[in-house]
T-cell receptor
Framework: GNSVTQMEGPVTLSEEAFLTINCTYT??????LFWYVQYPGEGLQLLLK?????DKGSNKGFEATYRKETTSFHLEKGSVQVSDSAVYFCALSDRGGQFYFGTGTSLTVIP | GAVVSQHPSWVICKSGTSVKIECRSL??????MFWYRQFPKQSLMLMATSNEGSKATYEQGVEKDKFLINHASLTLSTLTVTSAHPEDSSFYIC????????????FGEGSRLTVL
């Protein structure tokens, strides 16, 4: 079946540090891949997405590349800010439109 | 992107009462809406999927008589927590898909329910 596994948190980084949150997936066919971000007390917001192999999604300095050979979609940012503190969810959507979410990774950035 | 709005954003109620949470797609027609429950520091738990004009499909372990879901129009779905108890206290989030955005999910802001 389809599933998403992402790095467990919590992750604590100093401001301007490099961020990587690992995400791997299991899916039949060719899913679309997403990263969602949830700020404290809010719903989820789409951060970036990629719909086919080798696509790179990017937004607000975050990037993730759809790697079919390693079934991965790792989230990266070169220099995090305090305002990036949030919970990040990796997700996939199968061809039927069903979504599968990872367990979420909490990121705290300290000044 | 598309906008999904939930209301109320937080609600406090007495044990035994019922609470209704609304989820609206503001600028697109949502053919499918999803309701999630999120416990503190945990992931999203899908409760049910609702398609406009038909009965909701509940996930295993979710009481359909407890959590009534109605998707009467293409822009509105409601979740009613009936005879709420303190263990129903949680953060409830809806998401919607449809219109030109069939490949994405758009989430509401979430509703914090506290049952006293």
């Amino acid at each position: 079946g389809n599933s998403v596994t992402q790095m467990e948190g919590p992750v604590t980084l100093s401001e301007e540090a490099f961020l990587t949150i690992n995400c791997t997936y299991t899916a039949t066919g060719y899913p679309s891949l997403f990263w969602y971000v949830q700020y404290p007390g809010e719903g989820l917001q789409l951060l970036l997405k990629a719909t086919k192999a080798d696509d790179k999604g990017s937004n607000k300095g975050f990037e993730a590349t759809y790697r079919k050979e390693t079934t991965s979609f790792h989230l990266e940012k070169g220099s995090v800010q305090v305002s990036d503190s949030a919970v990040y969810f990796c997700a996939l959507s199968d061809r039927g439109g069903q979504f599968y979410f990872g367990t979420g990774t909490s990121l705290t950035v300290i000044p | 992107g598309a906008v999904v709005s939930q209301h109320p954003s937080w609600v406090i109620c007495k044990s035994g009462t019922s609470v209704k949470i609304e989820c609206r797609s503001l600028d697109f027609q949502a053919t499918t809406m999803f309701w999630y429950r999120q416990f503190p520091k945990q992931s999203l738990m899908l409760m049910a999927t609702s398609n406009e004009g038909s009965k909701a499909t509940y996930e295993q372990g979710v009481e359909k008589d407890k959590f009534l879901i109605n998707h009467a129009s293409l822009t509105l779905s409601t979740l009613t927590v009936t005879s709420a108890h303190p263990e129903d206290s949680s953060f409830y989030i809806c998401s919607a898909r449809g219109g030109l955005h069939t490949g994405e999910l758009f989430f509401g802001e979430g509703s914090r329910l506290t049952v006293l």
